[in-house]
């Protein structure tokens, strides 16, 4: 099971890699999703992740905090709304719509109501901080 927790935590890193990449591609999410299956697979897994520039520049803040700065917040919810609002128009079972606005409606109540905002740090601030 470690094996295959720390393949899915590599696949979602290489996902988060190329989401630092590509603007199309969200980071924070997939990036977390490593975070979880790295953690769940080895301790040593875990720290060569949190070592990395993966970790300090997109989720350093999330992990300790558990807040995301207005800017993620937003750019995570229209990203996951074109990409459910792409699959809407694409499928047409009724069934499957209805799901998908559902999921949608799920998305931004958490996002909105259960995940904090957070102010953004400043450069001198996030280098006081890992200090």
């Known amino acids: ?50 070592n990395s520039w993966l970790y300090h520049r997109f989720l350093k803040h999330y992990d300790q905090t558990r807040s995301l700065t207005a800017k993620e917040k937003r750019n995570i919810q229209i990203l996951a709304t074109l990409m459910i609002g792409i699959a809407f128009l694409i499928i ?14 799920i998305h931004h109540y958490v996002f909105i109501f259960r995940i904090p905002t957070s102010e953004q740090l400043t450069t001198t601030e996030q280098t006081t901080e890992e200090k």
């Open 92 to 105: 047409h079972s009724l069934y499957l719509r209805i799901l998908l606005l559902i999921l949608l409606c």
């Open 1 to 50: 099971m470690k094996i295959l927790n720390l393949f899915i935590g590599l696949v979602f890193v290489g996902l988060g890699v190329l989401g630092a990449i590509l603007p199309v591609l969200p980071t924070t999410p997939f990036l977390l999703v490593a975070l979880f299956f790295l953690s769940k697979s080895s301790a040593k897994a875990e720290r060569i992740f949190k």
